[in-house]
């Protein structure tokens, strides 16, 4: 149901809960149609808050029954909430009767099915379409919950916590049912509250502790695919182990349960005890799973799991605190994943495919018309609030204190805030205060207000860096300036605390010691901390004029400008130490190269120099496959569009293909030599440096492929063909399969149908499939369009439907998210169909939806033709009366910035029509 007002939250507003409820008894009878949920709870009044009604949160309910201490009660019903006027003052039982509908329930959020199994999902704001509840994080309660259903249809029953008891149901005339019973010891907010009801298998692994406890691992599937459970097993224990060693954080709970379901909104959930995952995020073979899938799957269970310290034994107060939760654990995953890849260059391969997302996702949003900060002020649906800028920037910003307190000093912070905290519902100033007390004196502690800047303003930070080298008096001299453009209801910022880690080469590349006027100490590294507008920092005995190689290992979550000329870059590019800033200096160098063609108009020409250094690091002899790879590849569109004032996707595009073409061909010998020295003849592991030689194979070969093209040779796409035909694991499969579908449409037929053929019975291949097809770039000049044509002519295909997410992502996102340049055309077809799948996935599902609606945040930037049609798209969305608010506020927000925005509802102010 949609109706009246989308109220604006603010963060400003909170307020404690007028009520506590300390324990939830729930009785689940399970039935499709119509699921029977009791609720029996002990409420408390809050007495350190003004005196008011008992106001119970509930969505899509039948209410049956509202007693308290085992008398009728009179209640209202107002909108979205049950309101009891005249609660007690005296601690009391509260129980509740109603029934919800699960296989109607095609939001996926609250209790749904999914292939005749029951399912939830509550955070943010789910649980209150199960039952009337105070469904917000900052009320923590001890659950014990029963659950009842047909055995044979139901076998597996599943809830939060450990299994107190089970057995079949002794119902009059009906033996067929059974129940089971569970506790979760720890007290915990809604939002975490899981159960789970089907025919389902579990691999199961008993692992012990350090202080010697043993636990009961379980990872649940639909049965067949249980043998692609192991790596999801593997990588629950190598967590624990990780986070038993990294952060003294021990599994609390006797049994630990992961689920896999294919209707998902999002990657996976946390709730105690019982994560559910997306199976796209949890199933994985080498036949059917990518090696990207792999180390996806990996960080994600992982991700889930680290949640049992950082979410749910320390939640979050208010929904606007999501950043102290994900920004944190997103952060831990990262570290994990880092850990976990082994040597400093699969270290660094980790790193800079994170700042890479950062850069492609959270940049993007940090510059449009949803740019927030980390700790949003407002917002009127919390679902849109999982963002680029909560999860991902959250996490640049806790690393950040890593950066300033040191690894051990931030171990110490985080014990301490465990010790502070453990069972609350806190704040991300709680988390910031532990940090910084537990490391007095420490470059965090002495700028602890100023470094919270990074919570409350929105916009990436420019940082300027310029150097003069004085000869004589051997010093160096390095300005740093930062700046943070306005966004969205911020206009003026106040600089930020940045720290700037920096080494200084010698013109051949020796590295230089650092010694800063007034010190003492003489290191190779260092990290400055630039917190005014404007710093000037003197190095002396510089013996001769340096490159100076800034922000290594991307120290702060800023955009910098070091004003390097292609000589410096060079210089960093063959001998930096920092294998991130190498990285780094390739991509500069190409990204000046694209700009520069861009800017001007004019056709892209690479030069010699260029190419001879990027054939350098393909040649190289001791560089590993997966940094080669990673440096080979050109800097992604949507990172080169966040450079430009003014953005034209086709002109971008055409730069792009330009120097992939003429990397193909000038290196044409070096690629041929890659690719054959990148065969792996053993059998198949996801490891770190396996999966790089196979992704620079796979680039090889795609290089290969493409030069075909112009050239007309027929060799590569047939050797393609071939390994597209044998390939003994996914990685290589698809591999081959895109570089034909890129750049071979005859080959590519076949082989799409072939795969379809192998793989039509497995959805997540099939997906893949989806995907391939609805990111296949536009090649200039030949066929242009051919794959929104495509994309339009597969949304009729049996395989297709807009009810299960992943679907509907792998193709629809993949045009309009993935594929600027098939998407933004001049015809505006590709915003006519945004605007048609926002509205249909709209009453379907609105959290996809919202998603989906995102893809238009930055279409005030775009250059004409595209940015008038654009607009018009946004409103004709717009025009649609009953919008789910999710939608509407990812639209208002657009339209906010539009000319006439005065007469359109401010951002994010919105009112949706009642249905
Ligand atoms: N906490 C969940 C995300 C819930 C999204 C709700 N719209 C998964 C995660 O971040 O681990
Ligand atoms: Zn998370």
């Given amino acids: 149901m949609r109706e009246g007002t989308a109220t604006l939250i603010r963060r400003e507003d909170y307020q404690a809960p007028a009520f506590w409820i300390r324990t939830v008894d729930l009785t689940f009878d399970l039935d499709p149609a119509k699921t029977l949920v009791t609720a029996r709870m002990q409420v408390e009044r809050n007495t350190a808050v003004a005196h008011s009604a008992l106001r119970l949160h509930g969505e899509e309910l039948n209410l049956l029954r509202?007693?308290?201490?085992?008398?009728?009660?009179?209640?209202r019903q107002e909108g979205h909430e049950l309101?009891?006027?005249?609660?007690?003052?005296?601690?009391?039982?509260?129980?509740?009767?109603?029934?919800?509908?699960?296989?109607?329930?095609?939001?996926?959020?609250?209790?749904?099915?999914?292939?005749?199994?029951?399912?939830?999902?509550?955070?943010?704001?789910?649980?209150?379409?199960?039952?009337?509840?105070?469904d917000r994080p900052d009320v923590m309660a001890i659950y014990t919950v029963t659950l009842r259903a047909d055995k044979s249809k139901y076998p597996v029953l599943l809830s939060n916590g450990n299994l107190l008891e089970s057995g079949d149901l002794e119902e009059a005339g009906n033996k067929a049912r059974h129940f089971a019973k569970w506790h979760d010891p720890f007290p915990k907010p809604s939002y975490l509250f899981a159960l789970v009801a089907g025919d389902l298998v579990a691999r199961e692994q008993r692992v012990k502790t350090r202080a010697g406890k043993e636990h009961l691992l379980q990872v649940y599937v639909r049965r067949g695919d249980l043998e692609k459970t192991e790596h999801a097993m593997n990588s629950l224990i190598a967590s624990m182990v990780w986070d038993e060693a990294r952060f003294k954080l021990p599994l609390d709970l006797d049994r630990f349960m992961v689920v896999g379901v294919s209707d998902f909104n999002m990657g996976a959930m946390e709730n105690k005890g019982l994560n559910i995952?997306?199976?796209?995020?949890?199933?994985?073979?080498?036949?059917?799973?990518?090696?990207?899938?792999?180390?996806r799957i990996e960080s994600i269970v992982a991700h889930e799991y680290f949640h049992n310290w950082t979410g749910n034994r320390v939640t979050c107060r208010d929904w606007f605190q999501l950043s102290l939760k994900e920004g944190l654990t997103v952060f831990r995953d990262q570290e994990f994943s880092m850990d976990m890849a082994g040597s400093p260059s699969a270290r660094a391969v980790c790193r800079i495919a994170d700042v890479r997302q950062l850069r492609a996702a959270q940049f993007p949003e940090d510059s449009g018309a949803m740019a927030h900060p980390v700790r949003p002020d407002s917002y009127s649906e919390i679902n849109n609030f999982y963002t680029a800028t909560v999860y991902d920037k959250g996490s640049e910003v806790v690393r950040m204190y890593q950066t300033l307190v040191g690894r051990a000093g931030f171990e110490k912070g985080m014990s301490l805030y465990f010790e502070r905290h453990d069972g609350q519902a806190v704040t991300c100033d709680d988390f910031a205060q532990a940090i910084a007390d537990a490391n007095p004196g420490s470059a965090l502690s002495v700028r602890l207000d100023a470094f919270k800047r990074w919570y409350s303003q929105a916009g990436t930070p420019r940082v300027q860096a310029r150097g003069v080298y004085d000869a004589a008096a051997q010093t160096y001299t390095l300005t740093l300036t930062q700046h943070n453009p306005a966004t969205p209801g911020q206009d003026q910022k106040l600089p930020q605390v940045i720290p700037v880690a920096l080494g200084l080469l010698s013109q051949e590349g020796q590295v230089l010691p650092l010694q800063l006027q007034g010190a003492t100490e003489v290191l190779n590294e260092q990290v400055l901390v630039l917190e005014e507008a404007q710093q000037s920092y003197v190095f002396i005995h510089v013996t001769s004029e340096p490159v100076p190689s800034l922000l290594r290992g991307f120290s702060a979550p800023v955009v910098l400008d070091d004003g390097l000329?292609?000589?410096?870059?060079?210089?960093?590019?063959?001998?930096?130490?920092?294998?991130?800033?190498?990285?780094?200096?390739?991509?500069?160098?190409?990204?000046?190269?694209?700009?520069?063609?861009?800017?001007?108009?004019?056709?892209?020409?690479?030069d010699a120099a260029y190419l001879d250094a990027v054939r350098k690091v393909l040649r190289h002899p001791e560089l590993d496959a997966a940094f080669k790879e990673i440096t080979l590849t050109l800097p992604g569109e949507t990172y080169i569009a966040e450079q430009l004032d003014v953005v034209d996707p086709q002109a971008i595009h055409a730069a792009v293909e330009a120097a992939q073409v003429q990397m193909a061909a000038a290196l044409r010998d070096d690629w041929t030599a890659a690719f054959e020295a990148n065969q792996i003849k053993t059998g198949y592991t996801p490891d770190p440096v396996s999966s790089g030689r196979r992704a620079l194979a796979n680039l090889a070969l795609a290089m290969l492929v493409l030069d075909a093209r112009s050239t007309g040779d027929t060799v590569w796409p047939?050797?393609?063909?071939?390994?597209?035909?044998?390939?003994g694991n996914?990685?290589?499969?698809?591999?081959?399969?895109?570089?034909?579908?890129?750049?071979?449409?005859d080959l590519a037929e076949p082989a799409l149908a072939r795969f379809h053929e192998l793989f039509k019975d497995d959805a997540l291949v099939i997906d893949k499939w989806f995907a391939l097809q609805g990111r296949t770039p536009e090649l200039a000049g030949e066929?242009?369009?051919?794959?929104?044509?495509?994309?339009?002519q597969l949304m009729q295909h049996p395989d297709f439907t807009l009810k299960n997410p992943n679907r509907a992502r792998s193709l629809i996102f993949s045009l309009c998210m993935f594929n600027p340049a098939a998407f933004h055309r001049a015809d505006a077809a590709g915003y006519v169909f945004w605007a048609e799948q926002v509205l249909a996935l709209d009453a379907i599902n609105p959290q996809v939806a919202s998603r989906l609606a995102r893809v238009m945040d930055r279409w005030n930037v775009l250059a004409e033709p595209y940015r008038s049609a654009a607009l018009l798209a946004i409103r004709r969305v717009s025009a649609k009366p009953d919008l789910s608010p999710d939608v509407r506020e990812i639209i208002s927000r657009a339209l906010a910035s539009a000319p006439d925005a005065d007469t359109a509802p401010a951002a994010p102010a919105v009112a949706t029509q009642a249905v």
């Fill in 66 to 75: 509202v007693l308290i201490n085992g008398e009728s009660v009179s209640f």
């Fill in 83 to 134: 309101i009891i006027d005249n609660a007690p003052d005296a601690d009391f039982a509260l129980e509740l009767r109603n029934t919800c509908a699960p296989e109607k329930n095609t939001t996926l959020s609250g209790l749904y099915t999914s292939g005749g199994s029951f399912f939830t999902q509550c955070e943010a704001e789910g649980f209150r379409r199960i039952t009337y509840f105070l």
């Fill in 277 to 295: 995952f997306n199976t796209s995020a949890l199933l994985a073979s080498p036949a059917t799973a990518t090696d990207q899938d792999f180390s």
């Fill in 565 to 606: 000329s292609d000589a410096q870059l060079l210089v960093l590019l063959q001998h930096d130490v920092d294998a991130f800033n190498r990285w780094e200096a390739g991509q500069r160098l190409a990204l000046n190269r694209i700009l520069g063609a861009v800017r001007s108009g004019t056709p892209l020409q690479l």
């Fill in 718 to 727: 047939g050797r393609a063909y071939q390994r597209f035909k044998d390939a």
């Fill in 730 to 745: 996914m990685t290589e499969r698809l591999g081959a399969l895109s570089a034909l579908v890129a750049a071979h449409a």
């Fill in 783 to 792: 066929k242009s369009g051919r794959t929104f044509a495509r994309v339009r």
